[in-house]
């Protein structure tokens, strides 16, 4: 099938890119980029590519949420120490067994 000469709203929004996160965000910059007043270019630009102003909206809303959220600190205590000897490993792991062993008995 051949494309069409036109392109669809939404592949304007699109932009080339076969990204469906890339579309929203075209979409979500157009409609807020969009000047407001008597003639709302807002309202415009959503009917012309078939957007949701209200989902616009609440995605706008969610935004500001997110950005005010506070950061939790996150700190990491790692201890780096050499490979151990891989005989010395087994057997660190043979006297200390993090679960039950199934066979007491193996064999050597």
Do not use: C, I, V, W
Not at 75 to 88: A, D, F, G, R
């Amino acid at each position: 099938m051949a494309p069409s000469p036109t392109p669809t709203p939404s592949r304007r929004l699109a932009q080339g890119t076969a990204s469906d996160h890339l579309a929203a965000l075209h979409a979500y910059r157009g409609y807020f980029g969009a000047p407001t007043g008597l003639h709302d270019a807002r309202r415009t630009f959503a009917a012309d590519h078939f957007l949701n102003e209200r989902a616009l909206t609440e995605t706008r809303q969610l935004k500001r949420q997110m950005l005010t959220l506070p950061t939790l600190p996150l700190t990491l205590n790692l201890t780096l120490t050499p490979n151990p000897n891989p005989n010395q490993a087994a057997q660190a792991a043979d006297a200390n067994p993090t679960h039950p062993n199934p066979n007491p008995n193996p064999d050597p």
